[in-house]
């Protein structure tokens, strides 16, 4: 009995020993890109370099996609550069596997990518030019196996760049980087070089660079003045001035009426269309620039991220144009145009009434979906003001973002959070206002702030572009077209191939959309004949109206 005990005794511990396992551990990234000569297709080569303890095979994600830039089709010629002899590579997807991989130091691969057809202006999108390089980090760079949290050394090494080339990024204006980061951050970032403009707008303590690529209608003075301004007034707003560095890219759009851009790692990145308005130019900045807090200082939790774009992108909306306001950045009267036409926006959403889920679900695939989150998160911020002003007239939903960015350390952005925060400020709890009007897409009534605002409600036509919107804006095609619609009217047909085209954004159907061949115009307005009710600002303000809005909105 001694004996079998001693030997179950014995199995059990072999059975327990654990298996030792041996594992890459990677100190530094390194990559060099060149841009490569005499090609047809502008063409950059990347060599990257792995170093670290190597002693296993290595798994590397390749660029593959980001929010809604693609760049599988772009990556080519991928190749083992060392130890080429030994170790073998193979393309798995949207991966590389290094297999056979002996013990070393370093492994070094090399790959190109092209620009994408179309050329592209789209700041979501790897845009490889003779005389531009932008992309986020995501359409640039292939990356090993690493933790999420996991920190290690990146460098980058722009080479042979022409002498009127300049380089920006989110990690620096050189064209020599290192620094610290995880692969996630190192990859949200912005990568510039090219024949740009190159500005500096605050002091070298806190230095913000600009750089600037094709023509705009402002000019780069007026520009660099727009963006200061931004930049002061948010930064009072939340008193936060902890920015040791950051980056700004703006690049010329392709598309009229089509522009837009996206907060990254200490940066931000746009593309804009000739034919602007100086307004949204501004409110562009504008926005972007507050997501250094919503979505950024104060971190969406990633989870549920897209359940949340009715704050992050929402209540930006809101907050862009509220600072701007009470800056001087935009007068009273184009406030009132800019929060007029969001409203209109918001009630003659095509899905006004889809719940929240459906955002998730089709966010990056549906342009009507992408938008409500917008709109939506714009009104609602306006209904929880108008709650919490009521509430004594002491506190203002400024409260509410304030104490979110005290505690943003600490904690994610979350719904519940939110709640929470904003019941200490309003006479009784809204979570019943919260499941109705965010979660499950009800229409939120403005009835109740007719007497706090100078806002009527209004019968319009629902707008009907007439045709699909999305397939016209990728192809310059006419499909789906409705046969009842004012386009069809107007002598569209399917099949039509028009490659310029002024089509307004958001739903305004008292906004004209004109497009054009070499031989013809076709002028309509993207009415329906089915109507809606929605709320407007007056048309003709008095001065105590315009108080009105001065009071509720806390303009000094």
């Known amino acids: 009995m001694v004996m079998k005990n001693y030997l179950l005794l014995l199995l059990l511990t072999l059975f327990f020993i654990p298996v030792l396992s041996y594992a890459n551990n990677y100190s530094e990234v390194h990559y060099t890109i ?15 370099e792995i170093k670290g303890e190597i002693t296993d095979k290595i798994i590397v994600d390749l ?7 693609e760049y599988a089709k772009q990556i080519k010629n991928i190749h083992l550069v060392d130890p080429a002899s030994e170790a073998s590579l193979q393309k798995k997807n949207d991966q590389i596997i290094i297999s056979a991989v002996p013990k070393t130091d370093s492994v070094r691969i090399s790959y190109e990518i092209s620009q994408k057809q179309g050329n592209p202006s789209d700041v979501h999108e790897a845009i490889i030019r003779q005389d531009l390089i932008h ?8 990356t ?11 460098s980058i090494t722009w080479e ?11 990690y620096g204006e050189t064209k020599a980087l290192k620094f610290i980061a995880t692969a996630p951050k190192f990859l949200h970032a912005i990568y510039v070089a090219g024949q740009v403009r190159m500005h500096q707008i605050a002091d070298e303590n806190s230095p913000v660079y600009l750089s600037l690529y094709g023509e705009f209608d402002m000019r780069d003075k007026d520009i660099i003045s727009s963006i200061s301004e931004i930049i002061k007034s948010q930064r009072s707003f939340f008193n936060d001035f902890d920015f040791p560095y950051y980056a700004i890219s703006l690049i010329e759009g392709d598309k009229p009426n089509s522009m837009g851009g996206t907060r990254l790692t200490d940066s931000f990145t746009a593309y804009l269309p000739k034919k602007m308005d100086k307004v949204d130019y501004y409110i562009l900045f504008a926005h972007e620039h507050l997501h250094n807090w919503l979505g950024g200082k104060i971190r969406n ?14 209540f930006t909306e809101y907050y862009a144009r509220v600072i701007a306001l009470r800056s001087g950045g935009i007068s009273l009267e184009e406030f009132v145009r800019e929060y007029s036409q969001l409203l209109k926006d918001y009630y003659l959403s095509p899905v006004l009434n889809e719940p929240n889920t459906r955002i998730k679900q089709d966010f990056w695939n549906n342009y009507n979906i992408e938008k409500l989150p917008y ?15 009521e509430n004594g007239g002491i506190h203002s939903l400024d409260d509410v973002m304030l104490d979110l960015f005290k505690q943003a350390k600490e904690q994610d952005f979350s719904a519940d959070e939110f709640k929470r925060i904003v019941n200490q400020y309003t006479a009784k709890p809204i979570n019943a206002e919260f499941a109705k009007f965010i979660e499950q897409g009800a229409t939120i009534d403005l009835a109740d702030l007719i007497e706090e605002l100078p806002i009527e409600k209004i019968t319009t036509g629902t707008y009907e572009l007439g045709f699909d919107k999305e397939i016209f804006i990728k192809q310059d095609l006419i499909k789906n077209i409705n046969e009842n619609s004012n386009a069809y009217k107007a002598g569209l047909r399917n099949g039509d191939i028009i490659p310029e085209g002024n089509i307004p954004g958001g739903y305004d159907p008292a906004k004209m959309v004109i497009l054009k061949t070499k031989d013809k115009t076709w002028e309509f307005k993207p009415e329906s004949s ?15 109206d315009k108080e009105k809005i001065k009071e509720f909105f806390d303009v000094k």
């Open 34 to 48: 060149k841009l490569l000569p005499n090609v047809v297709i502008p063409t950059i080569k990347v060599e990257m």
């Open 63 to 69: 660029p593959s996609h980001w929010a809604d830039g």
């Open 375 to 389: 709109y939506r998160g714009f009104v609602f911020a306006i209904y929880l003001n108008h709650l919490i002003v």
């Open 144 to 154: 090993p196996d690493l933790e999420t949290a996991e920190q290690i050394e990146w």
């Open 301 to 314: 939790n990633k989870e549920d991220a897209a359940l949340n774009y009715w704050w992050s992108e929402g």
């Open 530 to 544: 089915d109507k809606r009710e929605i709320y407007q600002f007056k048309m003709n303000l008095t001065p105590q």
């Open 160 to 170: 042979n760049l022409p002498a009127n080339w300049s380089t920006l990024s989110s």
């Open 135 to 142: 992309s986020p980090g995501y359409g640039l760079f292939a």
